[in-house]
């Protein structure tokens, strides 16, 4: 595994309509309820001490899915820097889930269990129909990796799926590792190579904005 890595400061999207509801998105998008546009503004709150202090050797970038885009506005806004600071990169976007996209997870479990049942074996290399494996999803971001800059910092606005690898890769975290991964969605992450550090929302930022908790996690 490579180790000349570039540092990132690594961000979820706030909390979508899907993701209360429960369902895979994806490729698909839904955008962020009031609580997921609070969440955004306690992770800007958290980090805007450092933003402010390493703003000049600072990339930003975000995935092309609306809802990251959403986030990183609110964030763009909370830093008092312009929203296109923020570069697109495609592949920042969201792991495919394919025929799974918009389904629940007792919905893939009960309906499509052949799927589902050969996902569980082989959970980094099978890919669900017009999906995505894990594997896929981590060469991807790596290739991604490869392209950046190792002189400047990188703050990255993206999806569980991709902040899960990308830790993976920082880490060089076992597959069992991986899979146990489970972050909140006001969870932050300073990733420098070998090392990982959760950049949490204090209790008191997310009782004044009035979030619902550190927010959600998801199972895949």
Not at 73 to 85: E, G, K, N, Q, V
Request: glycine share 8%; with cysteine.
């Amino acid at each position: 595994m490579k180790r000349d890595l570039p540092s990132l400061i690594l961000i979820r999207h706030g909390e979508t309509q899907w993701n209360v509801a429960g369902r895979l998105q994806g490729r698909k998008d839904t955008p962020l309820t009031a609580n997921g546009v609070r969440q955004a503004l306690a992770v800007g709150l958290r980090l805007a001490e450092r933003i402010a202090e390493e703003e000049k050797n600072l990339t930003f970038w975000v995935s092309p899915l609306g809802r990251a885009r959403q986030t990183a506005s609110i964030l763009a806004d909370t830093w008092s820097i312009p929203f296109d600071r923020f570069a697109e990169a495609a592949a920042l976007a969201e792991r495919s889930y394919g025929a799974w996209e918009g389904l629940a997870h007792d919905e893939i479990e009960r309906d499509l269990a052949d799927q589902y049942d050969a996902h569980s074996a082989d959970p980094f290399d099978y890919s669900m129909p017009g999906g995505e494996s894990r594997t896929a999803l981590s060469a991807r971001l790596q290739a991604w990796l490869d392209t950046l800059d190792r002189g400047r910092r990188h703050v990255v606005v993206t999806h569980s799926g991709c902040l899960r690898a990308l830790r993976g890769i920082y880490t060089a975290a076992s597959r069992d590792e991986i899979l146990a991964y489970r972050e909140p969605q006001t969870a932050s992450f300073l990733l420098t190579a070998g090392r990982e550090t959760m950049l949490d929302v204090p209790l008191n930022i997310l009782r004044a904005l009035g979030c619902d908790g550190a927010g959600r996690t998801v199972w895949i």
